[in-house]
């Protein structure tokens, strides 16, 4: 595969796995100890990786879920910030400045934080409750942080009696064989990931789409990784929100991606999915289902869909930063100049 | 003013404030009757005017709030859904076929639904526990929905004894003083609406921006008005998002609007306004902290920001549709195709 380093791909997927037990510990004992909600806080797109567990607690348990931009908590305030809070702070570099201030901020109100961090010796590590650390890259972080978030929701819906059809056993016994399928998905997509960003290198524009777990993956691949990364223009919109403004934007020529996950709003992708293609030719749909996963149940599928798109898109991103010759690292402003 | 029925707008201002007497004693009566959470339920740009109204209750009430889009809850479910559940469901039309799906989804759970609605014999007045009238047209209903909302939370925080600086009174008899003033504004703001609309009439991409109360507006004037009766490519990016991807895609040339409110928020939108005019000649600020409120407590000022900023951008919207030869009422798919 193109530029793609598989021994550490391989352990940064397993070390976020392996945070099972720690997160179970953690979490129960908060839970324990009387907290009586959980605050998502990140920045950004790692915020934006909280939101499929962060939407898998909304409908499925019944403790309160937040998630809070630390940006905006600073400024704004919340009523729901307080003692019996479990902040789940992530940040791979462990150094963003909007996520200091904002852990600052939460533990001045006696919440307890936990920080998701790739760094050990950074300030968000230091200065949190509990540091759950596992290294990991720009280009490999999604599925970690998937990963890890989705076991905080798991965590907080077996201490409440709220799992259902799988243990945490049974699913992390599952996540355990990820690391490798996910290698073999990539292995397995790569041919397609190449021709489609051949297909797409000079395309100035794409409107991506997802709804459920997969909604935050069409968000982040456009602003983290198009937008931010290459520079290209998107529209990342919700597949329900589609159809109530931006479905007008579409005509002939104008790229339409689709990103359908395996969890019950599946059903909202596929009405994109047969809208699109009747009025423009360029339409990508990207689809969990057509990965092999063997020895993962339906059920864990599901949870999963988000962590199979960032492990299929960012073999897309890989070639299209040698197409395009327009590495993924580069910035104009980012990290690079004061704002 | 160009194409404006004073009278007409007046009318339905005044007719959303008029509600506030009802909208009190709805909410109060459900909550001394149990109710445990509220939840706002709109599908594409009516959901999104609910926002600012779930976000003061978010922030600043410990009722439990959701927003949730009707097509999500019918597929996906939701445990807060129930007979403890208060759901404002707004919809202009009253038709809106996910709304009338979802009403029909909450009704069977028991929770008790309110609506919005622009018509009385419509499926979702004639479905629902409690239907609030108040007709409004496209170019005039996000002030009223906007109106409703907050009603609605200042209701719910007056009812738990969460209001602080003012009474529900208070705030009502200076939002009775709106409707006339939001029209004054509208007149002031006409000659800067229209050298604006001719300088940006055939710019075809914006990125539109804003925080806490004026987000929801930056998100919704992107994809209700410019997306779906311009067919306007835009990118909706939330101010602290901004600074997480979407920057880099500012260069010489490219068209970035700023939406400043009055609330907590307002620093957030302030980092872009510094940062971008230092990359790109076309920025546009507009603050609601111009506009002449005589009568108006900053307090209040800072609950109807978004009110403030769809009065304004209404006026844009008139001069567009004029200029580019666009009626704001023409769709491609939109109730003309099916889905």
């Known amino acids: 595969m193109l530029n793609f380093d598989e021994p550490r791909y391989l352990g940064i997927q397993a070390g976020a796995v392996g945070l099972a037990a720690r997160i179970r510990s953690v979490v129960q004992d908060r839970l324990d100890a009387g907290a009586k909600n959980i605050v998502f806080m990140g920045a ?11 939407d898998l607690l909304r409908t499925r348990s019944t403790l309160p879920v937040h998630t809070i931009m630390p940006a905006e908590v600073v ?48 300030p968000l590590a230091e200065q949190a409750d509990v540091s759950l650390v596992n290294f990991a890259a720009d280009d490999t972080s999604c599925e970690s942080f998937y990963l890890q978030s989705l076991l905080v929701a ?37 041919p397609r990931a190449a021709a489609f960003a051949q297909r797409i290198k000079d395309e100035p524009y794409h409107i991506i789409t997802g709804a459920g777990s997969t ?55 596929e009405r994109v999915e047969k809208f699109a293609p009747q009025y423009t030719d360029e339409v990508w749909v990207l689809d969990t289902a057509d990965v092999d996963l063997p020895g993962v149940s339906q059920e864990t599928r599901s949870l999963v869909s988000p ?13 299209l930063e040698v197409l395009r010759d327009h590495p993924l690292t580069t910035r104009r402003y980012y990290k690079r100049v004061a704002y």
Request: include cysteine; proline fraction near 4%.
């Open 44 to 54: 950004g797109g790692v915020g934006t990786l909280m939101e499929p567990a962060a």
């Open 75 to 122: 400024v704004q305030g919340s009523v729901h910030v307080g003692p019996d809070s479990l902040v789940i702070m992530p940040s791979l570099s462990g150094t963003t400045g909007e996520s200091v201030e904002a852990l600052a901020w939460c533990k001045e109100r006696g919440a307890t934080v936990v920080t998701l961090v790739g760094h050990g010796d950074t």
């Open 154 to 190: 798991l965590a907080v819906m077996e201490a409440r009696g709220e799992l259902a059809a799988q243990s945490f056993d049974d699913v992390v016994q599952q996540l355990q064989l990820l690391p490798s399928l996910l290698v073999e998905a990539k292995r397995a997509f790569e």
């Open 215 to 269: 909604w935050p993956e069409a968000f982040y691949y456009g602003m983290c990784i198009l937008e931010e990364m290459q520079w290209i223009r998107t529209r990342p919109v919700h597949a329900s929100d589609f159809f109530h403004g931006t479905l007008e934007l579409v005509e002939q020529g104008v790229s339409v991606w689709i990103f359908k996950g395996e969890d019950s709003s599946r059903p909202l992708t």
């Open 307 to 319: 962590v199979l798109l960032a492990a299929l898109l960012e073999r897309l991103s890989s070639h």
